[in-house]
């Protein structure tokens, strides 16, 4: 089957950590770049952080410093480790695979309290 499926998300208090996952099935994970998007409510889909196939990093303005996107391709997966987090960073979280396969997870909810 082929899907993306997150995992991690949760409620943390401001200043804290979280690790998002995204499992990867049914594509070749190590040739897909990969991102991480964001939606708050009531604004739109943002792009959070991006990793292509050969580990290049770029990252929103909003999270440089404090958010790292990385991959395990033996185990088909792509982390977001977000520290500091703010109240400003509750979001759903969604991974995305941004090439030569396009497809979206399904997102993991993450909030931040002040």
């Known amino acids: 089957q082929v899907q993306l499926v997150e995992s991690g998300g949760g409620l943390v208090q401001a200043g804290g950590s979280l690790r998002l996952s995204c499992a990867a099935s049914g594509i070749i994970f190590s040739i897909n770049n990969m991102a991480w998007y964001r939606q708050a409510p009531g604004k739109q889909r943002e792009l959070v952080a991006s990793?292509?196939?050969?580990?290049?990093?770029t990252y929103a303005d909003s999270v440089k410093g404090r958010f790292t996107i990385s991959r395990d391709n033996a185990k088909n997966t792509l982390y977001l480790q977000m520290n500091s987090l703010k109240s400003e960073d509750t979001a759903v979280y969604y991974c995305?695979?941004?090439?030569?396969?396009?497809?979206w997870g399904q997102g993991t909810q993450v909030t931040v309290s002040s």
């Open positions: 990793i292509t196939r050969g580990a290049s990093t």
């Open positions: 995305k695979a941004t090439g030569p396969n396009y497809l």
